[in-house]
């Protein structure tokens, strides 16, 4: 796991942050989590880390860029976590699933949480969750309109866009937390 976090940092590669992955592994624990889709595989720290906390968990994570998918291939193999984890290979919005997940892990292109969140919603079991990470952004959310980079500033405008979509949500609710990068947590609304 060292050497991951540390081929992460010299490439770049935005996995998830010590307390963020911490909370995610407290959180599988604690509500006996088995079945989980990950959007957003990178080098499958993350996927390698939920499935090395129990030999019943069944992870399937999609990675569009061929390069991390290959990484993760690899990474997935050198830890043994081939019957554990199912990488896809594609742009998870071409991807459509029919299993039923109690976790579904949003961590790939922050412009398209939204189209994530209503594409795969279908895939959660009645008592299952949907966790989003990076809703901080390095601290930038909160700070829109000092950013200079337009591009930046249009990527920010989406992900507070996602998080007034996950407050507003009716079928869902949601609770934010500061912990890593930012994480929500949206469970189905069953009064709803
Ligand atoms: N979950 C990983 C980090 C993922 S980084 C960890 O914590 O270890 C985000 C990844 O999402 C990048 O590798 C990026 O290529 C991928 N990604 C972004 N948009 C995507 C999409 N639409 N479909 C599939 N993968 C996507
Ligand atoms: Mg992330």
Redesign the pocket.
């Known amino acids: 796991m060292d050497r991951l976090e540390a081929f992460?940092k010299e490439e770049n590669?935005?996995?998830?942050q010590k307390d963020g992955?911490e909370f995610l592994e407290d959180y599988i624990k604690k509500h006996n989590v088995k079945n989980i889709l990950?959007?957003?595989?990178?080098?499958?720290?993350?996927?390698i880390r939920m499935a090395s906390l129990d030999k019943n968990i069944k992870i399937t994570t999609?990675?569009?860029?061929e390069k991390?998918y290959n990484y993760a291939l690899k990474n997935i193999n050198q830890f043994g976590k081939q019957n554990q984890i199912n990488i896809i290979f594609?742009?998870?919005?071409e991807v459509d699933l029919d299993d039923k997940f109690d976790l579904i892990?949003i961590?790939?292109?922050k412009a398209?949480y939204i189209n994530?969140f209503e594409k795969f919603k279908k895939n959660l079991k009645s008592d299952g969750v949907i966790i989003s990470?990076n809703l901080d952004f390095h601290g930038l959310a909160d700070n829109v309109e000092n950013i200079e980079s337009k591009n930046l500033r249009a990527l920010m405008k989406k992900l507070n866009n996602y998080k007034n979509f996950l407050k507003e949500n009716k079928e869902f609710n949601t609770e934010f937390y500061s912990i890593g990068d930012g994480i929500s947590i949206s469970k189905i609304n069953q009064n709803g």
Do not use: C, H, K, W
Not at 62 to 65: D, H, S, T, V, Y
Not at 90 to 93: H, K, R, Y
């Open positions: 992460a590669v935005p996995i998830m992955i990950e959007i957003g595989t990178a080098i499958a720290y993350s996927a999609i990675e569009r860029n991390m594609n742009d998870a919005l892990f961590d790939a292109a398209q994530f990470d």
